[in-house]
């Protein structure tokens, strides 16, 4: 195994998460897109994906082909889009991420779901859910501590 058990495989063949996927996939397509995904921009071609391909693998399974997202422009592709700053950045969200930072990089966020097996759990990544809290967040997310 390799540092911080990064291993490889030629393909992946299991859905991650299928039930939650499925879940977000039909609020997505009831309600829509609540909080952009992040990406690099280093050419006029090429986007990198930095944060959020559960909501993009989501529209996919809804049908739907576009995203709004928060584009880190190295390119300068972009440069007439909405600028975004420290002051409007929050505006963007649905469920405004509790960790986010402006760096020599660029922009960056987080709703540490995942990060929640070390640290305390960010309820923003399940701020789309309504009504009572499902079956499937404690069977695909066991670490998760109750929020409702």
Request: net charge negative; with cysteine; aromatic share 14%.
């Amino acid at each position: 195994m390799g540092p911080h058990g990064w291993t490889w495989r030629p393909e992946i063949t299991k859905a991650s998460k299928p039930e939650f996927q499925e879940a977000l996939a039909a609020d997505v397509a009831e309600n829509g897109v609540r909080n952009p995904i992040l990406v690099y921009a280093f050419d006029d071609e090429w986007l990198y994906l930095t944060f959020g391909g559960t909501r993009v693998n989501a529209c996919k399974l809804a049908g739907i082909d576009r995203i709004p997202a928060l584009i880190n422009d190295y390119s300068g592709h972009y440069a007439a889009s909405d600028p975004v700053t420290p002051e409007n950045v929050l505006s963007f969200f649905t469920d405004p991420p509790r960790d986010y930072e402006f760096g020599p990089e660029g922009f960056d966020y987080h709703y540490n779901l995942e990060r929640a097996r070390r640290a305390n759990h960010d309820p923003a990544g399940f701020a789309w859910l309504d009504g009572e809290r499902p079956n499937w967040i404690d069977k695909e997310f066991p670490w998760l501590v109750p929020t409702r």
